[in-house]
């Protein structure tokens, strides 16, 4: 049996931000990381690009992460049990976890913090008709097997979806000596950051076919060819007579991230049926008193540096419930999305927040000449045009709540 202030669920870039965050605000702090080490997915994100915003200075994802194992190894208070699997938690913030060291381990927290990540979609989500070759990884599968165990998955390669992990695969692919054939995605916009497109595919002459999918999966022990489809945009049915077959042994599957929350549905937690995360107030905590919720388990987050300044927001707002036990808002407003905005987090705000709140969202559609509007009832507490939103970037837009009086919508409309 353990008992401590604050135990935060995953030793990732949002779990330690968080884990600090507590720390600082005199919590005892416990986390849990399943793998054998602390850090999470950036340790394999071996490419620069992250830390320009929260370090102001470009790193890798492992000088990234490093930074922050280094602080939490430095801070007295804070206990990181890795090799950990948290088995589930309760609406009264006990944790069963087991590692081969301690066996089963009962924790009692005063407040949690969820912060497990997100995982990738697999084929099996796809349902993509053909047979069960080898040859088919997840980029995620991929990047881990190049960056960190010095195998090469294949030499001709398909790459399905835009996403920005399947982006810089295919970079990294064609660096490694590997012919990157195409890259395929269903929509007719790519769900990955811009820089990433240029950078990763334009410099390298790899082609994005925008409105395209795989069809077929051929080979029997490798696979040897997948034939791919123009669709259609609005019913995303490929379109017959479109379909060619493209030689390769390799397909890489970018279709999406799914935050982590099978211990969350588990417990109760109240979800978002679009972010995939849990419901949250602007200091992330859901609707089970006493449980934060940050980074990519709440929301799949573009840049690691947003999920820093989230988790710190989780952390520091857990400490305080630990100590104090925590008080139920008077009152809340929802905030809504309106227009092309298709996700919100957070989903609700107190009407006693203190100070500015940044609400994220993601739009539906790529708008030019957007026309952002926020309003409470009849009121309108800003208006901002901005040339161009699309849905592989997060948005933020800062209010102060304490002019709303009603439930908060946030539109974006062609101006």
Known sequence: MRNTDVAVIGGGPAGLAAALAASKRGARVLVLERDTAAGGILRQCIHNGFGLHYFKEELTGPEYAGRFVKR?????????????????????????????????????????????????RTRGALNIPGSRPAGIFTAGCAQRLCNMEGLLPGREIVILGSGDIGLIMARRMAWEGAKVRLVAELMPYSSGLNRNIV???????????LSHTVTYIHGSER??????????????????????????????????????????????????????????????????????????????????????????????????????????AT?????????????IVPQKVRADAVGPVDIYFRVDQTVRRALLTVTA???????????????????????????????????????
């Open 72 to 120: 939490v190894a430095e801070t007295d208070g804070i206990e990181m049990l890795c090799d950990t699997m948290a088995l589930e938690f309760t609406a009264n913030r006990r944790i069963l976890a087991v590692n081969a060291r301690d066996g089963l381990i009962d924790i009692q927290a005063g407040a949690i913090v969820l912060a497990m990540g997100c995982r990738e």
């Open 199 to 209: 950078q990763c595919l334009e410099d390298n002459d790899i082609p994005l076919l």
């Open 223 to 328: 696979l040897t060819a997948v034939t791919i489809a123009k669709v259609d945009d609005e019913t995303k049915r490929p379109i017959q007579g479109t379909e060619r077959v493209i030689p390769c042994d390799t397909l890489l599957l970018s279709v999406g991230l799914l935050p982590e929350n099978e211990l969350s549905k588990d417990a109760g937690v109240p979800l978002d049926a679009v972010t995939g995360g849990a419901s949250v107030d602007e200091r992330r905590e859901t609707g089970l008193p006493g449980i934060f919720s940050c980074g990519n388990a709440l929301h799949v987050h573009d840049l690691v540096d947003h999920v820093s300044v989230e988790a710190e927001i989780a952390g520091t707002a857990a400490a305080e419930y630990a100590f104090g036990g925590g008080t139920a």
């Open 331 to 343: 009152k809340t407003y929802r905030v809504l999305p309106a227009g092309h905005v298709r996700s």
């Open 377 to 415: 009832g009849d009121r309108t507490l800003l208006t901002l045009a901005k040339r161009h939103m699309a849905p592989g970037e997060m948005e933020t837009v800062t209010i102060n709540v304490s002019n709303a009086t009603d439930d908060i919508k946030i539109s974006v409309e062609e101006a």
